[in-house]
């Protein structure tokens, strides 16, 4: 799933709340992704990263969910971006994508090993999907290698990518 769009709704907490809420999301075509529901005292939060069918524009899905009975409610629907697909970038050498199960310092561990063979990042793009029970994260880097330094460099990726049982992968531009 491709998230386009982010849901919150804050409102009176109610029976059928979740309900109603993501059954006129089903209604209008929504492929709901990552969502959490809390109460705090009576106030209710419903949140939601999702895909929007082209033919339902954002204002039609925030009209939607005003419509339903909620008291005092704060709904914002707004559009999000997924990271750029990075197919090639001005000045670098080589495209570079590893990806796996999400876990702390991912691009700091990688992006270390750029600076011990003088790369440089061009242009970074990080994005995270929910896929069954993990939580998988892509890295694509457009790294700027020096000729002499490359194969050495692409090594150390990826035994470190291998280390962090993640794929690794690169084109050379």
Do not use: W
Request: charged letters at 25%; proline letters at 5%; one cysteine or more.
């Amino acid at each position: 799933m491709k998230a386009n769009t982010r849901i919150t709704v804050s409102c009176n907490d109610r029976v059928g709340l979740v309900s109603d809420i993501t059954g006129r999301l089903f209604d209008i075509g929504a492929n709901l992704g990552p969502t959490s529901f809390a109460l705090n005292g009576g106030t209710a939060k419903f949140e939601t990263s999702c895909e929007l069918p082209e033919d339902c524009p954002i204002t039609e899905c925030e009209t939607g969910l005003r419509e339903l009975s909620l008291e005092n409610a704060d709904i914002t629907v707004e559009a999000i971006a997924a990271a750029p697909e990075l197919k090639t970038a001005p000045d670098a050498t080589h495209l570079i994508e590893c990806s796996g199960i999400d876990q702390p310092g991912l691009i700091a561990r990688l992006s270390e090993i750029f600076i011990e063979y003088n790369a440089n990042i061009v242009r970074l793009a990080a994005s995270a999907t929910d896929e069954k029970d993990a939580r998988i994260y892509t890295l694509r880097f457009a790294v700027a290698i020096p000729p002499e330094r490359a194969a050495n460099c692409l090594a150390t990726l990826a035994n470190t990518a291998g280390s962090m049982r993640l794929v690794f992968k690169f084109d050379e531009l």
